[in-house]
């Protein structure tokens, strides 16, 4: 079991390590941020445990990008005890689960398997449904009432982005910083002109439109209630 350990305090660094160690585990251990965003992001690791407060930079700024760039690997954070405010946001920024320091190893051990287990049990789904709307990710296929669509590349991420968040509004920022991962500049229409574009593949040929356009705030996904699929 890999396990990525970013920690810039010398003692709990080296008492993380040697604890996981003894463990059975394989952990790699990181002291400050820019190393450990780097690993994070390049590196397969089973879980990674990541302190909030690192001098360069901090765990919740590794945290975003982790899950801007669809990384899923688990995060147990580590956290001071005066900093809850951190502790929520790296919650909603898709952290798995936090601990307060001072800890005891063996709870910190606990949560991780924990963690792992719950990781074990829910594979990520191969696949994702809108209505008649169908995306096989290990085929790489998009389908809709059976009849295959052909999409790009980023197409498909676009797609998989707004499924993933069916009935939720999407801006165009966010469509554009996970799907292009550029910051949106509101001269652009790359985001209209790709919506655009899938849109026709999705929905042109159908009676039920699936795609819609929520004026001034962005696009969503959302199949029509009471229809029978
Ligand atoms: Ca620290």
Known sequence: MRLLIVEDEIKTG???KQGFTEAGFNPTLCRNGLDGHHLAMTEDFELIILDLMLPD????????????ASRHTPVLLLSALD???DRVRGLE????????????????LARVRTLLRRGQ?????????????????????????????NLTQKEFALLE????REGEVLPRSLIASQVWDMNFDSDTN???VAIRRLRSK??????????????????KIEAPEQHEF
């Open 14 to 16: 080296d008492y993380l």
């Open 57 to 68: 930079v901090d765990g919740l700024r590794i945290l975003t990008a982790l899950r801007q």
């Open 83 to 85: 900093s809850v405010d």
């Open 93 to 108: 920024l898709g952290a798995d689960d936090y601990l307060v320091k001072p800890f005891a190893f063996n709870e910190l």
């Open 121 to 149: 049990l829910q594979p990520q789904a191969d696949r994702l449904q809108v209505a008649d709307l169908i995306l096989e990710f290990s085929k790489h296929k998009a389908s809709r009432n059976g009849k295959k669509l």
């Open 161 to 164: 982005l707004l499924m993933r």
């Open 190 to 192: 790359v985001i209209d």
């Open 202 to 219: 999705v929905d042109d040929d159908f009676a039920v439109k699936l795609i819609h356009t929520v004026r001034g705030m962005g696009y």
